[in-house]
């Protein structure tokens, strides 16, 4: 299975990609899901995503004194 585990849409102060456009080219890399870990923001796929062929995981990428940490298959922010 192919899925990319840390990515930011533009909610993110690193990121310009909307959601849409990131499910596009991921869908076309071939990729079976993704992971949206937003920094200090709990990332929480909109139900009309559900239908979709590519598993979307819900994130977070969580700033901490020793580094950052990223939190997958949540279902509260961290």
């Known amino acids: 299975m192919r899925v990319d585990l840390h990515i930011h849409t533009r909610a993110s102060h690193d990121a310009i990609s909307s959601l849409s456009a990131i499910i596009k080219v991921a869908r076309m890399r071939g990729l079976q899901g993704i992971a949206i870990t937003e920094h200090n923001k709990f990332f929480n796929a909109p139900e009309q995503l559900v239908d979709h062929k590519l598993h979307i995981i819900n994130g977070e990428e969580v700033a901490t004194r ?12 961290i």
Do not use: C, V
Not at 66 to 77: A, D, M, N, V
């Open 66 to 77: 020793e580094g950052e940490i990223i939190g997958l298959f949540l279902r509260y922010p």
